[in-house]
């Protein structure tokens, strides 16, 4: 279980890194209109993403003890960041283009017209960018807790986390724009390397842990 959670973690982390190398760099809305094919491209392969996400902080959580409210408030916090995640990019990535589409061909009053549309969805993307962004830090910096404490994964690696974690609440705090597209990569950078290294490392952990001998 603890391989193919982690090899779960790493089919997550791919599948982000895809949607970030190809993620548009936004525009006005006749840009928008015009590129629509790659926005929803590229924001269902993010949506496809997270359940590979979900069965591996599932495996995260066992690692580190179900019996742990920690690890268990942990994982709550990330599946919260999931679903925000999710409605982020439905909301912005396939709901807002798929309006636009109606809208190809319309003159450029009409198009100022919609202006407010496009506006409200920008704020209620932004509204779901920064739940998860906060809930992804605070799961991640519980998950580090205890690596530290229970020495389960490194402990190098519990403290990356706690740094990317802190980090990322006070960027968060400080009022910078997460859901700008270089602050996003910034942010969602840092924990996917994060991901990635304890992938890895419950991967080979598992590996370590497999009998190689008949035992009577």
Known sequence: MKKQTGISLLIF????????VLHPLGGNIEHLIRITGMIVLVHAVAILSLPFGWIGFIGLTRV???ERYL???AFA???MGIIAAMIAAATNGIILPV????????SPEVIAS???VWRYSFAINSAFDYIYTF???LAILLWSILIIHTKTLSQWLGWLGIIIAIGGIVFFISGMRINSLYNFRLFITSIIVWIALVAVQMISRSR???PTGNHP
């Open 13 to 20: 982390t791919v599948l982000i890194v895809f949607t970030m």
């Open 64 to 66: 580190l003890g179900t």
């Open 71 to 73: 690890s268990m408030l």
């Open 77 to 79: 916090l990330a599946s």
């Open 99 to 106: 309006f636009l589409q109606h809208y190809k061909d319309a």
């Open 114 to 116: 919609i202006k407010p």
């Open 135 to 137: 809930a992804f830090c």
């Open 208 to 210: 370590s842990a497999t």
